[in-house]
């Protein structure tokens, strides 16, 4: 949590992050887009940690 109200996020911060090609808008939520990734240093190839829904079925 960053202590703001959820509209300033989509008021001011989201429409930033947009326009710079930082985060996309889908159906399915917002997505960090390649840009992102490697602002952040994060390597997009390393699998995600996180289970799936049927792993386990």
Do not use: C, H, W
């Not at 997009?44 to 079925?57: A, L, M």
């Amino acid at each position: 949590s960053m202590g703001e109200e959820k509209d300033t996020i989509e008021d001011v911060y989201e429409p930033y992050l947009i326009q710079n090609g930082y985060i996309n808008r889908t159906p399915r939520g917002r997505e960090l887009t390649a840009k992102a990734y490697e602002y952040l240093g994060i390597d997009r190839s390393r699998p995600s940690r996180q289970k799936k829904i049927f792993d386990d079925v």
